[in-house]
């Protein structure tokens, strides 16, 4: 039988066309026209389980006929007890019985359901930060990392209700009245049609009010997510906030934020306290008329049925006792149906995400790619919408062992070339390894032979052996050890605890400089064949900036490296140069013939001016 994994894997489309998708943004009309469609997009998820759905959903139904026979047994002993006759000993055993396995169904139901739901909102998590790993940077499309961190955690968990709850009582809605309604006939054929005949005011009422739940819904996950959104920004600028004294301006945005996200979940609680009291009125009224019914007819008071008892006191027993319970799967679906509203809007948010993976290497042509040895080719490259592109050239070709330094203004497009070497920016072209072509499922191959180094060094709250591992997770002591001593960081860490020295959140604890040390050994614990930097020195001092260049000229020998800067002067030791301009690219030349021509180099006495 096939995993979750892999079925959930069959969901995901080529991340080109998800990540077009994703970028044309769809106003709320739009994805509510698409949410007919999710229904289908929930039924694959739940596919790898539908076996023990059916399970669950097959023990509900059992609690159906045990329910109607526990009913019967309860209403004979009354009827016995109130005619002062002693009930039969096997009577009481029956209905202890019945009580008890029907318990049982119902709470192996719900363990199932839940379990069901577990499982799957788990295996759906771990797809979606797959997806978002296999993303990279360009991640930032499907929202800020605070929007996707609500995406992966309260949108997930919004599916727990339709999983474990809604689903499973869609049977036991068609099942239980229809039984009861049966088993009523037998005993008063009027009071059946009572029931019957009040019956789809329940639904009616249900789908009038969860349109609008549905609605509020989407509305409320919306707001979340731009309210995480928002936070993760607050936290994350919150030192530069405070430098500026603006922390109080940006606490009062986050405060109206709140205040919105506050309006949007009393507006959906109260359309859903609405629907809940729609829904306990009419079912009270439709079980009020039976009792009356009933009541009157032991009177002997029915208009039509003058001292006559119609119905005999231990049917009418039976009939009243089940009369709740004929509405009581209907009530249950009322209220879960805001469950599946809800689920419907967090699925419409997920699908993007969950539709962006990139292609993995499955396929028999894949699954060895050799390191890169001579030269990686890019050909008729095209990057963003072909009226305007982000990056289009023709050709490009890049040596194994030669050093470049990618060189433009703002914008012209330096980050975006390393994103799409690094495979992190949807494309239209050809890439070339060694002359081999590499076709869509080898380019997450391609990545693995791939490091790449930002300009703030990504660093978590740990120990430096903790944010080692996060390269090599099996790394022992003396690798670490070593990689620290190559970047000249060995020797302070020393002097504090070693690899156990803790930094706080940021990598706080080191200064700019020991991150970016620390951020080149992680990548030297890694036998990677291609250095992507993207502005490495751009957040340091001069005298910081200097010493990691300096660095780099010597951890970088063999490599193929890639350095996006401003800083020209620093890196006077690459080799050739590729410069940008508003997403077009010149072939590459030698450094040194930039270097000869820049005015501003020579004015500062960095090189000599060409005589």
Partial sequence: MATPEKNLSQVNLNVTTAQQTAASRRPVAAKSRAGRRQPALLQQWLQPYRRTLSLATLLAGCSVPLLIAHCWYFASIASQLLAQQAPAF?????FAALFLLRQLCLSGKELLAQQVSRRLRSDIRQQLLANTAALGPARQQFGADGALSALLTEQVDALDGYISRYRPQLVQVVLAPLAIAAAVAYHSLFAALLLLLTAPLVPLFMVLVGREASKASQQQLNVLSRMSGRLYDFLLGLPLLKRLNATEVATAHLHGAAEQYQRSTMRVLRLAFLSTAVLELFTSVAIALVALYLGLGLLGELPWLKQQVPVLYQSALFILLLAPEFYQPLRQLGNDYHAKAQATAASLNLTPLAQASTLTANSSESKNLPQLQQQLCLQQIQVGSALAPRLAFDGLTLQQGQRYLIKG?????????????????PYSGQIWLDQQPLTPTQLPLLRQQIAYLTQQAELQAGTIADNLRLAKADASASEM???LEQ????DFLARQQGLDYLLAESGRG?????QQRLALARLLLQPKTIWLLDEP????????ACDIAQLLEQLSEGKLLLVASHQSSMFQWLDQVIELNAGRLTPAKPLAALLATDTWLAKHGLVAEDN
């Fill in 487 to 490: 970047t000249g960081l060995w």
């Fill in 409 to 425: 203004e703002s914008g012209s497009g330096k980050s975006t070339l390393l994103q799409l070497l690094a495979g992190f920016a």
């Fill in 537 to 544: 020195v751009a957040e340091l001092d001069h005298a910081s």
């Fill in 481 to 483: 050890q070593s990689v």
């Fill in 510 to 514: 080191l200064s700019g400089g020991q």
């Fill in 90 to 94: 096997n009577d009481w055993l029956w």
